[in-house]
Nanobody
Framework: QVQLVESGGGLVQAGGSLRLSCTAP????????MGWYRQGPGDWRDLISI???????YYQGNAKGRFTIFRDVAKNTLYLQMNDLRTSDSGTYFC??????????WGQGTRVTVSS
């Protein structure tokens, strides 16, 4: 079972910023595209952003221009810089491989709450 540890969430006012971090085993980073998923009030998780093994990135429409995904392979850490946060960005954020069909387990996630 792969250990994924997310951190960096918190309570922030609308317009503020947060940087999320995710650590995973070294082989995990080197062999997989990875992404950040957001879970809202239900069980459904939306894929917010992706970074592949050659550092190409993708962003969901609402995240484009506000969020930046990047990784530090030497530190086995994935990041999500979130700027200009909106209340609709609230949720629990998880990192994991992409596509979701490859996922075998989830970390505990990190909670983001954006107040108006």
């Amino acid at each position: 079972q792969v250990q994924l540890v997310e951190s960096g969430g918190g309570l922030v006012q609308a317009g503020g910023s947060l940087r999320l971090s995710c650590t995973a085993p070294e082989s995990f980073f080197k062999q997989n595209a990875m992404g950040w998923y957001r879970q809202g009030p239900g069980d459904w998780r939306d894929l917010i952003s992706i970074i592949n093994t050659v550092d190409s990135t993708y962003y969901q429409g609402n995240a484009k221009g506000r969020f930046t995904i990047f990784r530090d392979v030497a530190k086995n850490t994935l990041y999500l810089q979130m700027n200009d946060l909106r209340t609709s960005d609230s949720g629990t954020y998880f990192c994991n491989v992409v596509p979701e069909q490859k996922i075998t387990s989830w970390g505990q996630g990190t909670r983001v709450t954006v107040s108006s």
